[in-house]
T-cell receptor
Framework: AQKVTQAQTEISVVEKEDVTLDCVYETRDTTYYLFWYKQPPSGELVFLIRRNSFDEQNEISGRYSWNFQKSTSSFNFTITASQVVDSAVYFCALSGANSKLTFGKGITLSVRP | DVKVTQSSRYLVKRTGEKVFLECVQDMDHENMFWYRQDPGLGLRLIYFSYDVKMKEKGDIPEGYSVSREKKERFSLILESASTNQTSMYLC?????????????FGSGTRLTVV
């Protein structure tokens, strides 16, 4: 069975602070995919990133960066110099051999001006 | 622009009613999924389908059924709505192997059962 744990439930930071959202996963599949989604107040899920299990390179996209470590089964997401527009619920998700996408419970990020 | 469209954004139904939530995708995707989202519980998979007329139970199928008569359409059915089915329902689709853009989600249907 697949499982995604987002231990943090709510995080509040002041604008321009860096913030890291943690994600730990469990799977028996050797090939799997990890995702991060953003859900702003409008409700629509916005795809941020997908990594496959064979690619442990960290990725940076503007102020966003992701750290994938198979040794600790973690796929953490860092926002550098946070902005008010980053306020949202962030979901980590896992897809394995059967294409089922399993989500964590989400982290509510509030960025205060 | 690729899209997953859910027929209603908000829906209010009475206890005991039969409720249909419709989802249509225009990407010719094989896989389609229904999730429900509740505060503090994240998104939980109700049912999914790999192809027309195929369906598999997700993690919380009780009280729901689905129908997929055409590739582009995946319907979620609440046979007899109950108040504990009040929730946000999200539909998604994907190709057989998730590509770089992963899964595409609809905007959601917020269902209230009174």
């Amino acid at each position: 069975a697949q499982k995604v744990t987002q231990a943090q439930t709510e995080i509040s930071v002041v604008e321009k602070e860096d913030v890291t959202l943690d994600c730990v996963y469990e799977t028996r599949d050797t090939t799997y995919y990890l995702f991060w989604y953003k859900q702003p107040p409008s409700g629509e899920l916005v795809f941020l990133i997908r990594r496959n299990s064979f690619d442990e390179q960290n990725e940076i996209s503007g102020r966003y960066s992701w750290n994938f470590q198979k040794s600790t089964s973690s796929f953490n997401f860092t926002i550098t110099a946070s902005q008010v527009v980053d306020s949202a619920v962030y979901f980590c998700a896992l897809s394995g051999a059967n294409s089922k996408l399993t989500f964590g419970k989400g982290i509510t990020l509030s960025v205060r001006p | 622009d690729v899209k997953v469209t859910q027929s209603s954004r908000y829906l209010v139904k009475r206890t005991g009613e039969k409720v249909f939530l419709e989802c249509v995708q225009d990407m010719d995707h094989e896989n389609m999924f229904w999730y429900r989202q509740d505060p503090g519980l994240g998104l939980r998979l109700i049912y999914f389908s790999y192809d027309v007329k195929m369906k598999e139970k997700g993690d919380i199928p009780e009280g729901y059924s689905v129908s997929r008569e055409k590739k582009e359409r995946f319907s979620l059915i609440l046979e007899s709505a109950s108040t504990n089915q009040t929730s946000m329902y999200l539909c998604a689709s994907s190709p057989p192997t998730a590509t770089n853009y992963g899964y595409t989600f609809g905007s959601g249907t917020r269902l209230t059962v009174v």
